[in-house]
């Protein structure tokens, strides 16, 4: 595999939750008007490249994954959050397998 590219990699995010939560929306950009649920919008939050050994890179990054459910319910966000812990464990990625890592949640109910 080359360069793991930020688009690349949202790209692969994009795919996993398409394939995994057939009825969501999955949009990798803001939507003027506000998301309507059910959606997920997937944000890069940082990045960072370091170099390990010779021409050996390490470059790590963090999404941010936010699910709009159609009820606005506590439980429909909690139900998409157990699974997405389990569907991100690994994204393909020019057909080599990375792994998700580091993952947290954080619940903000909508007003």
């Keep these: 595999m080359g360069v793991a590219t930020l688009n690349g990699v949202q790209d692969g995010i994009?795919?996993?939750l398409g394939?995994?939560?057939?009825?969501?929306?999955?949009?990798?950009e803001t939507v003027e008007g506000g998301f309507?649920?059910?959606?997920?919008?997937?944000k890069l939050q940082s990045a960072a490249h370091s170099q390990e050994l010779n021409l050996r890179y390490h470059r790590t990054h963090t999404f941010d994954l936010q699910?709009?459910?159609?009820d606005?319910?506590?439980r429909a966000?909690?139900?998409v959050a157990d699974r997405l812990?389990?569907?991100m464990e690994t994204v393909v990625l020019d057909g080599t397998a990375c792994?998700?890592?580091?993952m947290r949640l954080t619940l903000i109910t909508p007003s």
Excluded at 67 to 70: D, E, G
Excluded at 99 to 102: E, K, P
């Design 14 to 16: 994009a795919a996993v």
């Design 99 to 102: 792994r998700g890592t580091g």
């Design 77 to 79: 966000m909690l139900d």
């Design 19 to 28: 394939m995994n939560f057939p009825d969501a929306e999955v949009y990798t």
């Design 85 to 87: 812990y389990d569907v």
């Design 67 to 70: 699910y709009y459910a159609a």
């Design 72 to 74: 606005k319910s506590n």
């Design 36 to 42: 309507q649920g059910p959606c997920f919008f997937v």
